[in-house]
């Protein structure tokens, strides 16, 4: 699983899952540096704590989201339905919300699962996004819930 980031103005703005056909560029910047170690951390131990200045942009039922995404423990999973319930919304703005996430890893929305598997991930449904997904459940031991088999 190859991440880049993106910095802008002092934050990370952007985290994005790469294919496996993109060769690695070390970081143009000690921002992204320090969020590249930070990362690497992470992929050795799931507890792992991020201390990034982020740049989170998105609308109020987006941040609201985003901070309940904050909040499922590594190890756990809540579904869209679930979240929906929590936040007043519907399961479909659930999933839309966690597509739109810039911040993955960071804000955790692979935490975020259907009722019946694994769901989608960033706004797809195969692929090396969903095998992004499944890697990030299985490394913090939440995977019990649903298939892991490719």
């Not at 200045?53 to 679930?82: K, M, N, S, V």
């Not at 699962?113 to 031991?141: M, P």
């Amino acid at each position: 699983m190859q991440v880049a980031v993106k910095t802008r103005d002092g934050f990370v703005s952007e985290i994005l899952y790469l294919p496996p056909s993109v060769a690695p560029k070390p970081p143009q910047t000690l921002l992204g540096e320090r969020a590249a170690q930070q990362l690497e951390r992470y992929r050795a131990d799931p507890d792992t704590r991020f201390d990034l200045p982020l740049l989170i942009e998105g609308t109020p039922f987006q941040r609201r989201l985003w901070d309940a995404l904050c909040a499922i423990p590594r190890g756990r999973t809540l579904t869209y339905g679930e979240l929906a319930r929590r936040l007043g919304g519907e399961a479909r703005a659930v999933g839309q919300a966690c597509g739109d996430n810039r911040l993955p890893i960071v804000i955790p929305c692979h935490r975020v699962v259907a009722a019946n598997g694994i769901g989608g991930f960033a706004h797809s449904t195969g692929g090396y996004l969903l095998e992004a997904k499944r890697w990030l459940l299985a490394h913090e031991c939440g995977a019990d819930s649903f298939e892991l088999t490719p």
